[in-house]
């Protein structure tokens, strides 16, 4: 369960990122969060991964409230979260299987499990035989499949995907699209900030619609309802 | 246990995956630790410089003709015996004779006068060295014993004191200098070391903050940064002290005819100080680049 009790957040003199947002998610649910521009949606995913602290307001995670948590907890609060980025975030110098490895190894887990795990993730977004190629060897779609793997290493009760498909194609969108929903399928709270209107309206899943950082609409089968 | 094999296993993946910028610090160390050695060694050849010149510095006694045996004698002990003399040298009236005609053997003037004056119109020698030249006024003053005056010929301290000052001076001013120098060198090179450091971290803030975002700690962020730059610095030494090895080794008998055989100093120096040296240059070296590597890689994990 997430909950955001009247959060808002102000940068710095007065600009607000979010202001009094209210939500609740239910474990194994698929939310989209949509909003143009500058309506709120990454400064939301933020929070959700102790990258940004409320001004106001209240973020728990599983019944932990991590608006304010400590520096020293942040690790252990993003090994239960699996999250994706638009840019992908991939370190660059390491090979496919150990940029997914390395989310266990920091976490301490033994090398067996680490034999065992990164396999199955790397069968499970079809990227076997590509394990040993370095991130700028693969195409885009097979970056974010990377990305995906290592959100998964460590079976995160959520996964949050922060404009997962904005630098791919139709196909490679299609692709991670139903990856999402295979993972969500299983059992993850699946939480995806976009604004990508096909991906939303296709999905018929629950929406959160954001707009100068408030919440204008919450739909539970919802659509794409924003302006182009 | 797992983990500490991981970091350090992490930290060599750096050295070797990011080689370029690595041999580009590990230049940069280079160059800051060969500054100051360089400047290390300048000073030793100038302690070696003055140290021959100390060494030339002695104060010679002539006793008049008329000097009794036993007192030139009791004037040798009583010298030997102050414990700012390092050597006493005792020349009797007839060696003193014999060292003038052998200087004088090619002037037929000088030696004809001398056998004109039937008899030895020279007296015994006392040549004194002291352990420091500072000490020579202090041994000069003590020669002139009233017990001993009345046998010694006057002029010869006059001229001593000037020389024992200028030397004394010169070795004053090239040490403040030298000391003045080094100090410098030593600065840059660590400001040199800092700067490479924060550049090498720089270039990698993205991989750091992409370990941040995937769950792992501070600590484990760190560690590999700071080991990292723990074996370029290690590496940097070893190439440091073999080029500077090689060097003094081609430099010192290149140099020796310059200090007239008697060593340019840079060997006795680097050799025997190496430890001193090792521990001081490559321990500030490492303390600093491991602090420099703390605080550079804390700048990309605030959150």
Known sequence: ?228 | MITFWRIFAASWKHVFRNAWIGLATIFVFMMALFSVNVLLGVNAMLDQTLKILEDRIDVTVSFTTTAPVAVVNQARFYLASLPQVSEVTQLSADEVLQRFRDTHKAESKVLGALEELNGNPLGAQITVKAKNPEDYPFIIKAIQNPQYAEFINPPVYDDHQIAIARVQEIGRSTRIVGAILVALFALFGLLIAFNAIRVAVYTQREEIAIMRLVGASSFYIRAPFILEGLWLTLIALIFSGLAIYGAVLWLEPALSPLFEGAGAGLSGFFIGQAPLIIAVEGGSLIILVMMVSWVAVGRYIKR
């Open chain 1, 1 to 228: 369960m997430i909950q955001l009790e009247h959060v808002s957040k102000i940068y710095a003199p007065s600009t607000a990122a979010l202001q009094d947002v209210s939500l609740r998610i239910a474990a194994g649910d698929f939310v989209s969060i949509v909003g143009q521009s500058g309506a709120g949606k990454t400064t939301l995913a933020k929070m959700l991964m102790a990258e940004e602290q409320p001004t106001e307001g209240r973020v728990i995670i599983g019944g932990w409230d991590i608006t304010r948590i400590r520096s020293y907890e942040i690790p252990q609060l993003r090994r239960q979260l699996g999250v994706i980025f638009q840019d992908y975030k991939l370190l660059l110098k390491k090979t496919v299987y150990e940029n997914i490895s390395f989310a266990l190894e920091v976490a301490g887990a033994p090398r067996k499990r680490i034999r065992d795990v990164v396999p199955q993730v790397i069968r499970m977004v079809g990227l076997e035989g590509k394990d040993h190629r370095f991130p700028q060897q693969l195409s885009g779609g097979e970056q974010q499949r990377v990305v995906v793997a290592r959100a998964l290493v460590h079976r995160p009760k959520i996964l949050l995907a922060d404009e997962p498909t904005g630098n791919l194609d139709t196909h490679n969108t299609r692709d991670i699209m139903d990856l999402l929903l295979k993972i969500n399928h299983f059992g993850t709270t699946v939480i995806l900030v976009t604004h990508n209107r096909e991906v939303v309206n296709a999905l018929r899943r629950r929406v959160i619609t954001l707009k100068d950082g408030t919440v204008v609409s919450d739909q539970s089968e919802g659509k794409y309802t924003l302006p182009v």
